[in-house]
């Protein structure tokens, strides 16, 4: 394992993701994995993992995509990564759940983690990736982890201003929160210093690979760069009101009158459907092989 320290590069995000964000999806990693399931066809199809091979997942989570990864990879084996230590501990506990003995997983900052050189034949990430302080030093580090032809495939959000089914409804309902029942600018509600410091690091960090050109220069130790949309449905709980529980949940002691909830849930009704609330969204699909 990577010594975490304050003094290391990703510190900011350590804190994070082992603080109050990381909490979060720990606790709730049921409902994030569903929201993320939409993007899981057109990675592992790009991945093209075969039955012998070396697998890295990097920011694997709660260990979702890894588990998947070792079970298309039956004779080789996959590792997660991830740098949370409740979403480490939360993936060991559902891959042992499930029997699965060829997947593994470690704590580390893949930024400067001491990969074994040429270990892997394939590098993934579901979202994974955009969270380094330094994209290039991240990414030439898990090059040093790929064989020669080596591949790597990962997805990431495309731009927050992308008009979409799920931008224009998350819009709107930031903008309702933010009102009194009244249409009044509301106060804001107290929250934690450092509960707040770990959100704005995490939603900064979610769109630093929102830009194609960005993409492309940070993998300058990669050929055969690619860089694809992909068309995501995202699900934001099975009813309206799940829905709203849901995001209300991700600011620890956020109320809201009934009135407000009840035109907050009505922001959904449209997207409600027998399969839970879901909302057309985008991602980018990003390949790239290490040089040969």
């Known amino acids: 394992m990577t010594a975490i320290t304050p003094a290391s590069p990703n510190s900011r995000q350590a804190a994070a993701w082992n603080g109050s964000v990381g909490t979060h999806w720990a606790t709730h990693h049921d409902r994030y994995d569903t929201m993320l399931s939409g993007v899981n066809d057109a990675l592992f199809e790009a991945a093209a993992i075969g039955a012998g091979d ?20 039956a004779h080789g084996h996959a590792v997660g990564v991830d740098i949370s230590a409740p979403l480490i501990d939360r993936a060991r506990a559902s891959t042992a759940s499930d029997g699965i003995t060829n997947a593994a997983y470690e704590r580390a900052d893949a930024q400067v983690h001491a990969f074994p050189a040429a270990g892997y034949d394939v590098a993934i990430s579901r979202g994974g990736v955009m969270f380094f302080a330094d994209h290039t030093a991240a990414f030439t580090n898990i090059g040093r982890a790929l064989r020669p032809g080596g ?61 194609p050109a960005r993409i492309h220069e940070v993998l300058t130790a990669y050929e055969d ?5 992909v068309p ?49 969204a985008g991602v980018w699909l990003v390949t790239a092989v290490r040089p040969a």
């Open 232 to 280: 995501v449905q995202a699900v934001w709980g099975a009813t309206p009101a799940d829905a709203v529980d849901f995001i209300l949940s991700r600011t620890p002691g956020r109320t809201v009158g009934g009135r407000k909830r009840a035109s907050l849930e009505e922001l959904f009704r449209p997207h409600a459907t027998e399969r839970g609330v879901r909302m057309r």
């Open 225 to 229: 760069v690619r860089v694809s949309p």
């Open 54 to 73: 070396r697998v890295l997942d990097i920011g694997c989570g709660s260990g979702v995509t890894t588990r998947i990864a070792a079970r298309r990879a």
């Open 151 to 211: 591949r790597l495939v990962f997805v990431c959000p495309q731009p927050v201003d992308q008009d979409t089914e799920e931008s224009r409804t998350l819009g709107l309902f930031a903008k309702l929160l933010a009102q009194e029942e009244d249409g009044r600018e509301a106060s804001p509600q107290p929250v934690p210093p450092d509960d707040a410091a770990d959100a704005a690091a995490a939603r900064t960090a979610m769109a630093s690979l929102s830009d």
